[in-house]
């Protein structure tokens, strides 16, 4: 009696994985296909994994910078706020430079505040 196609016994598998490395077994398989491939796919992942550093390291630095320049123009345009407020007061208008010095002085406090209560 000939067999259907509905009682054949093929069948299909689908491996899947994630990372740099394939599992061990596939590691091996690839090594006895073509000699010298598990060699180049670990120095593949050794020269992504130096990308990768390389990059994080970069970016941390860049934010490094970025919070230090931020932290000194804050600075500056307090001071400046400050004594603009100071000199306007020294001068007669003292409604107007006490609201530029209270203004200067509730902004660098609240910064700060905000800051502590974000971290």
Do not use: C, W
């Not at 196609?5 to 073509?34: H, V, W």
């Amino acid at each position: 009696m000939p067999r259907s196609k509905s009682d054949s016994q093929d069948r299909i598998t689908l491996a899947q994985f994630s990372g740099p490395l394939p599992p061990s077994q596939e590691f091996a398989n690839y090594e006895n296909i073509l000699p010298g491939a598990a060699d180049r796919i670990l120095k593949m992942a050794e020269i992504e994994q130096e990308a990768r550093i390389k990059s994080q390291r970069s970016e941390l630095r860049m934010l490094f910078v970025s919070h230090i320049i931020g932290q000194v123009f804050a600075f500056l345009l307090g001071l400046i706020g400050i004594g603009a407020g100071f000199y306007l007061i020294l001068n007669g208008h003292d409604v107007t430079g006490l609201g530029v010095l209270v203004g200067s002085l509730a902004a660098i406090v609240g910064a700060f505040i905000y800051k502590q209560r974000k971290e």
